[in-house]
């Protein structure tokens, strides 16, 4: 068992805090943006990045829009400081639920199901509206490309400081936590699973927690990353 405190786990993301004031500005000012960032949220995973303006979010946050506009000028200043603040978010929210989990041999499991659980968040829905919308919005995926590669990389860091050595030395450690995100996201996200829904959810959750164990998966993995490197030579 490893023992990892909450400040050594502390996993820093490489992008500017929006709710971040002068020093001689008013804590009050911290608070507001705040406010107005976690309307933004709201307004994002329920009603879409195309119907989220100033006016939106200034109702959201029980303010008016011109005090929206004294902290974020304009709709996009508001959106890349909302992309910023959930990017951070999520960074911080995966980091607060799996921090105190037991450091044993089941932790890889009680991670993926901390994973899916930050997963059900209005955080990850604001999170992939932006990530769609970013595809077919120029602007918007300059602002989105390099967050998601800060969280990309966020995530990776945090992984070495929790997981065990064990698991980080086993062969393909990234291929096993891209597999197991991008499937437990297209589960979320997709909410594809129309029928049989309950045990066909606990089929998949345990297939990605034995992607975890080398004595079980540690075969397969490796003849994908020799396919992987044949196919790049």
């Not at 119907?51 to 200034?58: K, Q």
Request: glycine share 4%.
């Amino acid at each position: 068992m490893i023992d990892v405190t909450k400040k050594e786990a502390r996993t820093s993301v490489d992008l500017p805090d929006p709710t971040a004031v002068g020093v001689k500005a008013f804590s009050k000012s911290r608070a507001t943006r705040t406010r107005i960032l976690e309307a933004a949220i709201e307004c994002l995973s329920s009603i879409g990045y195309q119907a989220t303006s100033t006016t939106t979010v200034a109702k959201y946050a029980g303010l008016t829009r011109a005090a929206v506009l004294y902290h974020f000028p304009n709709r996009l200043a508001l959106i890349e400081a909302t992309v910023h603040y959930v990017t951070r978010r999520r960074v911080a929210m995966q980091e607060e639920m799996q921090v105190d989990l037991p450091r044993d041999e089941a932790f890889p499991f009680r991670s993926l199901d901390s994973q899916r659980e930050q997963l059900q968040t209005r955080e990850f829905f604001a999170f992939s509206e932006l990530a769609m919308a970013a595809r077919t919005d120029p602007e918007l995926d300059e602002i989105f490309r390099p967050a998601m590669e800060s969280f990309d990389h966020a995530r990776r860091d945090m992984a070495n400081k929790l997981a065990s050595d064990e698991v980080k030395s086993a062969p393909g450690f990234d291929l096993r936590r891209d597999v197991a995100r991008f499937a437990l996201e297209g589960l979320i996200h997709q909410d594809g699973i129309t029928f049989d829904q309950e045990r066909r959810t606990s089929q998949m959750m345990w297939l990605l927690k034995l992607l975890f164990d080398p004595k079980v998966s540690g075969e397969l993995v490796q003849r994908a990353l020799e396919m992987s490197d044949a196919d790049l030579a």
